[in-house]
């Protein structure tokens, strides 16, 4: 059961505590590659480090933020 404020978003910028984890990970990855892109697998493990998050709920986050619409 998700708590409250994973779900709920922050008032200073619209996000949840999942959408958070998962934007603080990507960054700091971005950081050790030097701007390359990202493996999408490589940042579920990193984002799995911080927070309890299925693979489906970070795939739909992860289409939600990059403007996905549909997931294949």
């Known amino acids: ?38 493996p999408t697998i490589m940042l579920y493990g990193r984002v799995l480090e911080l927070i309890d998050i299925s693979e489906h709920e970070f795939q739909t986050i992860l289409a939600r933020m990059t403007g996905l619409t549909k997931l294949d």
């Open 1 to 38: 059961m998700n708590k409250p404020e994973d779900v709920l978003p922050d008032v200073r910028d619209g996000l949840n505590r999942k959408e958070r984890a998962i934007l603080y990970c990507l960054h700091q990855t971005q950081a050790e590659m030097r701007g390359r892109n990202v």
